[in-house]
């Protein structure tokens, strides 16, 4: 679904992305890790063609982004959903109005027809319905996710890009938001490109993780193959005082 090759992206004379590769595979939930400000969100962002890239080639759905004239590109646009890390509503519409509006950019619907489709987006994510007339002050921070995840559902995308959707969740939130993922991941059919520092989501719904240190992916694989290496960076990551805590679990597991 995703196939980045020799990716360099630079900011002034901040190189981020220096010569990075990564495949991710249709149908999987592909964990990306990696320190802070190490360059996971410019990864995504430059993926979605947010941020211009120096040198490398981006293929997305077989396609190179590069080659595609815009009105292709728009198209290509229309089979992902994005959840930011930050900002992820307008905080001046409404949640229907907010999940309405790639509807409204990229479709010729009725009012009707669209009101009925937000309702069923909200209830996919597992909001009240009386959630869409309700701004995104008026909910929870676990709210707003799963409105904001509503929203990038609006189109029926194949392909998801999720930028920390777990942070700032308490543990019982998180969980649920978690499993709330891979119940829509199994049921559409969805690939996931996931930015995570949540090992429990990595443990609970990542099909391989990969692991981004100095511009580059140093590991990818499942996470079981990432715990039992020896690369330096992967052994402190996930051999931290909280890494242990989650691999004594892992351990206990019967099945491993
Ligand atoms: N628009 C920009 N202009 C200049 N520098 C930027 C820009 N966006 C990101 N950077 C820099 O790129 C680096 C990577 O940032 P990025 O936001 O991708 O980190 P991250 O891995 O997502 O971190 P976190 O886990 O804290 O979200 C940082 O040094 C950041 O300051
Ligand atoms: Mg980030």
């Known amino acids: 679904m995703i196939s980045v090759r020799g990716l360099i992206v630079e900011f002034g004379a901040h190189r981020v992305m220096d010569g990075l590769d990564l495949d991710v595979r249709r149908g999987e939930v592909l964990g990306f890790v990696g320190g802070s400000g ?3 969100s410019v990864l995504m962002r430059t993926i979605l063609g947010l941020v211009q890239k120096k ?8 396609q190179d982004r590069d080659a595609l004239p815009p009105r ?5 646009e229309q089979r992902w959903g994005v959840l930011f890390q930050n900002g ?9 109005q907010n999940i309405q509006m790639p509807m409204r ?5 009725s009012q009707s027809f669209m009101d ?3 309702l069923l987006k909200l209830k996919l994510v597992g909001l009240p ?4 007339e309700k701004l995104p002050s008026e909910l929870s921070g676990g709210m707003i996710k799963r409105a904001a995840l509503a929203r990038a559902l609006a189109l029926d995308p194949e392909l998801l890009f999720l930028d920390e959707p777990t942070s700032g969740l308490d543990p019982i939130g998180a969980a649920d938001f978690d499993e709330l993922i891979a119940t829509l991941q199994k049921t559409l059919g ?7 520092h949540d090992l429990d989501s990595l443990y609970s719904i990542c099909d391989r993780v990969a692991a981004l240190s100095q511009g580059k992916v140093i590991g990818v694989g499942s996470l079981q193959e990432l715990l039992a290496s020896d690369q330096p960076w992967l052994r402190a990551y996930f051999h931290g005082t909280r890494g242990n805590r989650l691999i004594g679990t892992l351990e206990r597991k019967p099945d491993g």
């Open 38 to 40: 190490q360059g996971k």
């Open 55 to 62: 040198a490398g080639s981006i293929r997305l759905f077989g």
């Open 72 to 76: 292709e590109l728009r198209l290509l």
């Open 88 to 96: 992820a509503l307008f905080s001046g519409l409404t949640v229907k």
């Open 105 to 109: 950019e990229n479709r010729d619907l």
């Open 116 to 118: 009925d489709l937000a």
């Open 129 to 132: 319905a009386d959630a869409a």
């Open 190 to 196: 969805l690939t996931v490109f996931m930015v995570t």
